[in-house]
């Protein structure tokens, strides 16, 4: 089970929410029990349907309340409050009801005021929680910013992927990690990766040990986080290993924490100039999220001159 606290919630957030605490108590977890539930999913407006989740009041929620009787919207607050919800915030600079006030003191749920638009305090709530509950793993490869694009560059010990990724820095490219990388699901088909505080800016490369990237080359050539867009995966040729297929009919993916991330497979070889290579792939990747494929565009050229549409 994936958590945080309110308390960790406050200490991040506090400053930019411009949150006060009026009463309650900032122990509460705030935590994903069930995989259906996206994190996001933990915070939004008064939810009278799913009272444990963190509950936002704005000046709608409380002009709403003052059309209805007294014992209605006691009736509805006990119900939310008794299911412990991690928090109430009321935004908008709304003033507190007392009837709230009270009943947040005697079940110790935390409840803070903001100055600042409900609707913002619901999308940086969001924000924050798909991060911090993000489903994680920790992958073995280098991660680079090629061209804009986040690039995992995988393959067996040995494969050259620190040199490849050398390579890439010396030509332009950004590192974000080398040897481990923590990637984060941030949004049913977002992944985020980043590098492990110990690991930053450093690279190892055989013959050379390790390398500080930001010391050589400067602060442009080191990312803190990149969307993960594309797997290269970096494959020595076995003696009679079959050759990979030339003109594949259908992308090739890896799937990571369950989204699928488009792959290719470069074979590794002497005088083979992987750098290049990469580049290619990366900027035919770019053409793909745009709409272009040009295995689709040869085979309808392909197509067209077999009926005879093609002009001579």
Same mark, same amino acid.
């Given at each position: 089970?994936?958590?945080?606290?309110?308390? &960790?919630?406050?200490?991040?957030?506090?400053?930019?929410?411009?949150?006060?605490?009026?009463?309650?108590?900032?122990?509460?977890? /705030?935590?994903?029990?069930?995989?259906?539930?996206?994190?996001?999913?933990? $915070?939004?407006?008064?939810? !009278?349907?799913?009272?444990? +989740?963190?509950?936002?009041?704005?000046?709608?929620?409380?002009?709403?309340?003052? +059309?209805?009787? &007294?014992?209605?919207?006691?009736?509805?607050?006990? =119900? /939310?409050?008794?299911?412990?919800?991690?928090?109430?915030?009321?935004?908008?600079?709304?003033?507190?009801?007392?009837?709230?006030?009270?009943?947040?003191?005697?079940?110790?749920?935390?409840?803070?005021?903001?100055? *600042?638009?409900?609707? #913002?305090? $619901?999308? *940086?709530?969001?924000?924050?929680?798909?991060?911090? !509950?993000?489903?994680?793993?920790?992958?073995? #490869?280098?991660?680079?910013?090629?061209?804009?694009?986040?690039?995992?560059?995988?393959?067996?010990?040995?494969?050259?992927?620190? =040199?490849?990724?050398?390579?890439?820095?010396?030509?332009?490219?950004?590192?974000?990690?080398?040897? $481990? $990388?923590?990637?984060?699901?941030?949004?049913?088909?977002?992944?985020?990766?980043?590098?492990?505080?110990?690991?930053?800016?450093?690279?190892?490369?055989? @013959?050379? #040990?390790?390398?500080?990237?930001?010391?050589?080359?400067?602060?442009?050539?080191? &990312? +803190?986080?990149?969307?993960?867009? !594309?797997?290269?995966?970096? =494959?020595?040729?076995?003696?009679?290993?079959?050759?990979?297929? &030339?003109?594949?009919?259908?992308?090739?993916?890896?799937?990571?924490? @369950?989204? *699928?991330?488009?792959?290719?497979?470069?074979?590794?070889?002497?005088?083979?100039?992987?750098?290049?290579?990469?580049?290619?792939?990366?900027?035919?990747?770019?053409?793909?999220?745009? @709409?272009?494929?040009?295995?689709?565009?040869?085979?309808?050229? *392909?197509?067209?001159?077999?009926?005879?549409?093609?002009?001579?």
């Amino acid at each position: 089970m994936r958590q945080t606290s309110v308390s &960790r919630l406050y200490e991040r957030l506090g400053q930019p929410l411009e949150l006060t605490h009026v009463c309650g108590g900032l122990e509460t977890a /705030i935590a994903v029990s069930e995989e259906r539930i996206w994190p996001a999913d933990l $915070v939004g407006h008064l939810n !009278l349907i799913h009272p444990q +989740r963190l509950q936002i009041l704005g000046a709608a929620e409380l002009a709403w309340a003052r +059309r209805q009787s &007294r014992d209605k919207i006691a009736h509805h607050l006990n =119900e /939310i409050l008794a299911a412990r919800p991690p928090a109430i915030v009321v935004a908008d600079g709304s003033e507190i009801p007392g009837l709230l006030h009270g009943l947040c003191e005697n079940f110790g749920v935390a409840l803070f005021t903001t100055p *600042q638009a409900s609707a #913002g305090v $619901v999308d *940086q709530l969001r924000q924050y929680l798909a991060r911090e !509950l993000a489903e994680t793993v920790s992958l073995h #490869g280098v991660f680079m910013d090629v061209l804009g694009l986040g690039v995992f560059i995988t393959g067996s010990s040995g494969a050259g992927k620190s =040199e490849l990724a050398l390579e890439l820095i010396s030509r332009g490219h950004g590192l974000v990690a080398d040897d $481990v $990388v923590e990637f984060a699901r941030i949004a049913p088909t977002v992944l985020e990766g980043r590098c492990p505080e110990l690991l930053q800016d450093f690279i190892e490369v055989r @013959g050379l #040990g390790l390398l500080n990237i930001r010391t050589i080359f400067g602060e442009t050539a080191c &990312r +803190r986080k990149m969307r993960l867009r !594309l797997v290269c995966h970096l =494959e020595r040729r076995q003696p009679g290993q079959d050759d990979p297929t &030339r003109l594949p009919l259908q992308q090739e993916a890896q799937g990571v924490l @369950g989204v *699928q991330i488009p792959r290719v497979v470069l074979p590794v070889a002497a005088g083979r100039n992987l750098a290049v290579l990469l580049e290619a792939a990366v900027r035919s990747t770019i053409l793909k999220l745009r @709409g272009v494929d040009p295995t689709q565009d040869f085979i309808d050229r *392909q197509s067209r001159a077999i009926t005879g549409e093609l002009p001579d």
